[in-house]
């Protein structure tokens, strides 16, 4: 077997990598690059590769930066199946038209692909369960739960003709969570290709329902505005559960308004609510009796113009929107508005990549250019890692001792100090298994 690294390595965007085995191949992931410039300019660029020997995709989960180049391959001339479950089709659909309207409204240069491709694409998908092994062209795939979206999976590819198998992690869930089942261990594998994004770091005790709670306790004091830029898909959806259960404990004013300003955050709530099968157990016990993600106060922004009238409400007010590292979306307009006010919390919950202004932001930086203008940040600039939904270098560590037969570890989705951190740490605690760093277009003999 050969395996290419297309994206992803060295980079923490642009998920995709090929593997070849006697006479066919498969990819894993078309992801989106995203982030610096030089990055993003990648996206443009056809892979590398034999598309005469692809027999398949397989995508692990429903994230921009790992499905978002998928419609490509219609332009590719690529008519083979595309192996993901069932939620990650909802999602990844949701996503990949989303994505083709934001390219057509902006300059015609950003135009990757069209709704008509993403329509072509959506056709060659095939649906698969969890746990349940299937055969394409020389390989064995298997589908498990990651844990870190609905419907996001850990694959694993074994070549009949050896018996060897190669385990790509997808991004792995930070286990335990409230609102998902519990990440799914690959107990046997030579190969792993696994994510290294928090691999310098540990993330601490849970406590972001507390962390929220004096947040908003602190904005109903001084009437002041929390402003939270989200992802669409499971970070939303896990922020109107904290509310949901602030507002029933009593920790939070239960006429205190959260505003929902992401059009596809509403639509990926809509089809969390289709999937209890995939809940944490809690989850799926609050279902039976109650809608975990809607409560008093919750105000859904579902066009521009409620969009723009939240700033005609006065007083203590909570906003989710997106994106989720202020690289645009709506938050950007909320920016604009209130990043200038010191009675504003600007809080991040997830990942800020290197480019995007949430890092920038994160990084220090209090005089920011947005459209042109420059605005000073006079607001309080927050940060709550433990609602992150990748694992922690320690949840990388359990994972991959779990792995009976492991040989060689790849590291992949990572900014380099967070890989280098990580192999060292695995080469202390395996120090047995070959450790590779792979860098975009590297391809590697696994003689296993």
């Known amino acids: 077997m050969k395996l290419k690294f297309l994206g992803a390595a060295k980079t923490v965007t642009g998920s995709n990598f090929f593997l070849t085995g006697v006479n066919t191949g498969l990819m894993v992931d078309f992801g989106m690059f995203q982030g610096k410039p030089e990055e993003v300019g990648l996206n443009t660029i056809k892979p590398d590769i034999d598309f ?5 995709v397989l995508l692990t989960h429903a994230h921009l930066d790992h499905c978002g180049r998928l419609p490509l391959l219609a332009q590719y001339g690529f008519k083979g199946p595309i192996f993901m479950t069932e939620a990650t089709k909802a ?3 949701l996503v990949l038209y989303d994505a083709a309207k934001i390219a057509k ?25 969890y746990d349940k092994r299937f055969d394409v062209g020389d390989f064995t795939v298997t589908f498990l739960d990651a844990g ?16 060897k198998s190669v385990a790509f992690s997808g991004d792995l869930g930070n286990t335990p969570e409230p609102l998902l089942s519990p990440t799914e261990f690959v107990t046997k594998a030579n190969m792993a290709v696994v994510e290294s994004t928090y691999g310098d770091e540990v993330h601490g005790p849970r406590e972001e329902m507390e962390d929220l709670a004096k947040i908003i306790n602190k904005a109903e004091t001084n009437k002041g505005t929390v402003l939270i830029p989200s992802f669409s898909i499971e970070r939303a959806q896990e922020l109107l559960f904290i509310f949901d259960q602030l507002k029933k404990d009593g920790r939070m004013d239960v006429k205190t308004p959260v505003f929902l300003d992401s059009p596809m955050a509403i639509r990926a709530t ?21 809608d975990p993600f809607d409560f008093s106060g919750l105000m859904i922004c579902d066009t521009m113009e409620k969009s723009k009238q939240i700033k005609n409400y006065d007083g203590v007010k909570v906003i989710v929107a997106g994106s989720g590292m202020m690289s645009g979306g709506r938050v ?3 920016a604009v508005n209130y990043l200038g006010e ?12 290197e480019g995007t202004l949430g890092r920038e932001i994160l990084d220090g930086n209090r005089r920011i250019n947005i459209w042109g203008n420059w605005i000073t940040i006079n607001a309080e600039v927050l940060e709550i890692k433990t609602m992150s939904a990748h694992a922690d270098q320690g949840q990388v560590l359990l994972w991959l001792k779990k792995i009976d037969g492991l040989e060689e570890v790849a590291l992949i989705h990572g900014e380099e100090l967070p890989r280098l951190v990580l192999s060292e740490k695995i080469h202390q ?11 975009v277009n590297q391809e590697i003999d696994l003689k296993l």
């Open 342 to 353: 010191s009675n504003t919390q600007l809080v991040m919950v997830g990942y800020q990549a």
């Open 332 to 334: 950007i307009h909320h």
């Open 148 to 163: 870190h979206i609905l419907g996001s999976a850990s694959i694993i590819v074994e070549e009949r003709t050896t018996g």
């Open 52 to 56: 005469g020997a692809l027999s398949a």
């Open 91 to 93: 999602l990844a659909e």
């Open 270 to 290: 809509m089809i969390f609510k289709d999937f209890p099968i995939l809940y944490s157990k809690k989850l799926k016990d609050q279902v039976k009796t109650d």
């Open 105 to 129: 409204e902006a300059e015609a240069k950003s135009v990757l692909y069209t709704d008509e491709d993403v329509e072509v694409i959506l056709k060659q998908v095939s649906l698969v369960e």
């Open 429 to 439: 605690d395996l120090p047995d298994v070959k450790v590779v760093l792979p860098v």
